[in-house]
């Protein structure tokens, strides 16, 4: 599907004023996901995973945080919208245990979603610099599926901002009593999501935190040295390649944990 097949809306919550375009599948909707994008924005390949969650179901939400919607990205376009993200006071990305001011927007996002669907449970998923976006969303009791792909907040300096993510102390606290499962996705060999980040994620979570690692560099299987995008631009889609399989995993989370209702 193309970007046109999506409704354009607006929402605005506190300082912040952002498109949103959202797709229900034909028939009945058997749960609701806010999917953020990436860096470069809600590319083909970002609407090609939403199409994926709506054949399976799902009412869509992506929120646009940044470039062009329905752009295809290129090197240039890469670099200037990921120049413009890192230094973007909304999303706090050099911030080591701290909740970006954009996740506010985001809770009383998905808190919308909930009431369209008469308080159904949603899910989230964040990918790159907006990863960590969706655990902190978890905060929200209505947020019940988390999914962390290649989360890339706190940018990497230091040892602390390794071993960190884009979410509060206090509000790491909430998201455990939330009681949710949470799902990462990560490739070995990025160094924008180091182990450490992981390893963080497993001690506060425990058994809640459920880590999907594709090992990288793996020429083998076409994987390359510098693989980040788990569900979208380096994604092989062959069943059987283990980004296929993470690709599965995902859609088989938002499946159990928002059962459809009766």
């Given at each position: 599907m193309?970007l046109?097949d999506?409704?354009k809306?607006t929402?605005v919550?506190?300082?912040?004023?952002?498109?949103?375009?959202?797709?229900?599948p034909?028939?009945?909707?058997?749960?609701?996901?806010?999917?953020?994008?990436?860096?470069?924005?809600?590319?083909p390949?970002?609407?090609?995973?939403a199409?994926?969650?709506?054949?399976?179901?799902?009412?869509?939400?992506?929120?646009?945080?940044?470039?062009?919607?329905?752009?295809e990205?290129?090197?240039?376009?890469?670099?200037q919208?990921?120049a413009?993200?890192?230094?973007?006071?909304?999303?706090?990305?050099?911030?080591?245990?701290?909740?970006?001011?954009?996740?506010?927007?985001?809770?009383?996002?998905?808190n919308?979603?909930?009431?369209?669907?008469g308080?159904?449970?949603?899910g989230?998923?964040g990918?790159?610099?907006?990863g960590?976006?969706?655990?902190a969303?978890?905060?929200?009791?209505?947020?019940?599926?988390?999914?962390?792909?290649q989360?890339?907040?706190p940018?990497?300096?230091?040892?602390?901002?390794?071993g960190?993510?884009?979410?509060?102390?206090?509000?790491l606290?909430?998201?455990?009593?939330?009681?949710?499962?949470v799902?990462?996705?990560?490739?070995?060999?990025?160094?924008?999501?180091?182990?450490?980040?992981?390893?963080f994620?497993a001690?506060?979570?425990?058994d809640?935190f459920?880590?999907?690692?594709?090992?990288?560099?793996?020429?083998?299987?076409?994987?390359?040295?510098?693989?980040?995008?788990v569900?979208?631009?380096?994604?092989?889609?062959?069943?059987?390649?283990?980004?296929?399989?993470?690709?599965?995993?995902?859609?088989d989370?938002?499946?159990?944990?928002?059962?459809?209702?009766?």
């Amino acid at each position: 599907m193309a970007l046109s097949d999506y409704k354009k809306t607006t929402f605005v919550h506190g300082d912040f004023e952002r498109p949103v375009y959202t797709r229900t599948p034909q028939g009945s909707t058997e749960r609701g996901i806010i999917v953020i994008h990436e860096v470069p924005g809600i590319t083909p390949s970002v609407l090609a995973f939403a199409d994926r969650l709506v054949d399976r179901g799902a009412t869509v939400w992506l929120p646009s945080l940044s470039g062009i919607p329905g752009r295809e990205p290129n090197v240039p376009y890469l670099a200037q919208t990921a120049a413009r993200v890192c230094v973007a006071k909304e999303f706090a990305l050099f911030a080591a245990n701290q909740t970006p001011p954009i996740v506010p927007w985001l809770r009383s996002l998905a808190n919308l979603l909930s009431e369209s669907l008469g308080g159904q449970p949603v899910g989230a998923l964040g990918m790159c610099f907006s990863g960590g976006f969706a655990l902190a969303m978890a905060t929200e009791p209505v947020v019940r599926a988390p999914v962390l792909s290649q989360p890339a907040g706190p940018l990497r300096i230091g040892a602390e901002r390794a071993g960190s993510l884009s979410i509060s102390p206090e509000d790491l606290e909430a998201v455990k009593a939330n009681g949710c499962n949470v799902l990462g996705l990560r490739f070995t060999g990025d160094l924008l999501v180091p182990a450490d980040r992981f390893a963080f994620l497993a001690r506060a979570l425990g058994d809640r935190f459920i880590a999907v690692e594709i090992q990288s560099p793996d020429r083998s299987l076409s994987i390359k040295r510098i693989a980040h995008s788990v569900l979208t631009e380096d994604l092989i889609d062959v069943p059987g390649h283990p980004t296929h399989l993470a690709l599965n995993q995902v859609l088989d989370f938002f499946d159990t944990q928002l059962p459809a209702t009766a």
